[in-house]
């Protein structure tokens, strides 16, 4: 595709449930990234796919937290028994390669939970 | 832990201003140093990216300039518009991938 989309685009959710958000990276591209922007604070690395190896996970908040993509193409983060404080905008991006290119993020998904 | 520093948080200037906007970071082994534009409501746009062998890049009227030893890098934007009304951020790698941001600097240019 032209760009990084990913949906929805706004998601208000009920405390306690689980929510999933969609990552489609741009064509081509091995790397996928996955942050978080919290209000008044700046963007949080959260995980990073590269190619067929183990992702970086190191950035995952907690174990409520997970993500994957498959077939090398679309991600998937979910958030188990979601909280209040996981409120914040979710950021995809990809990159052509790993090897420190150019980052292209997508529009985020506000993720609100009531 | 490496830690990012953007200064000043916020600024207004007229338009036609040349403005510098500043970037600190900790840790000076860094394998590159990105500028990203945020529009409200908006994902980031990339603005330039400079390696760590590198000492600027130019696009238009935007300048980035980096020196490691210092742990600083500066956005310069020439002749400032009002379109270039945006939040301002810098981010360092030293990965090779997992960026740190600041916090951004917002930036309203006005007619």
């Known amino acids: 595709g032209a760009g990084v989309s990913q949906s929805p685009s706004n998601k208000v959710t009920e405390k306690g449930k689980d929510v999933e958000l969609r990552c489609d990276p741009i064509?081509?591209?091995?790397?996928l990234y996955w942050y978080r922007q919290s209000l008044g604070q700046g963007l949080e690395f959260l995980i990073y796919f590269q190619g067929n190896s183990a992702p970086d996970k190191s950035g995952l908040p907690s174990d409520r937290f997970s993500a994957e993509r498959t077939g090398g193409s679309v991600s998937t983060l979910t958030i188990q028994r979601t909280q209040q404080e996981d409120s914040a905008v979710y950021l995809c991006a990809s990159s052509p390669d790993s090897s420190g290119s150019t980052i292209y993020f997508g529009e985020g998904s506000w993720l609100t939970v009531v | 832990k490496q830690e990012v520093t953007q200064i000043p948080a916020a600024l207004s200037v007229p338009e036609g201003e040349n403005l510098v906007l500043n970037c600190s970071f900790t840790d000076s082994a860094i394998y590159n140093l990105q500028w990203f534009r945020q529009d409200p409501g908006k994902g980031l746009t990339s603005l330039l990216l400079?390696?760590?062998?590198?000492r600027e890049q130019t696009s238009g009227r935007l300048n980035a300039s980096l020196d490691k030893s210092s742990g600083r890098s500066t956005l310069y934007i020439a002749a400032s518009q009002p379109g270039d009304s945006a939040t301002y951020l810098c981010a360092v790698s030293n990965s090779g991938y997992a960026l740190n941001f600041g916090k951004g600097t917002s930036l309203l240019v006005t007619p």
């Open positions: 064509s081509g591209h091995t790397a």
């Open positions: 400079i390696q760590s062998s590198q």
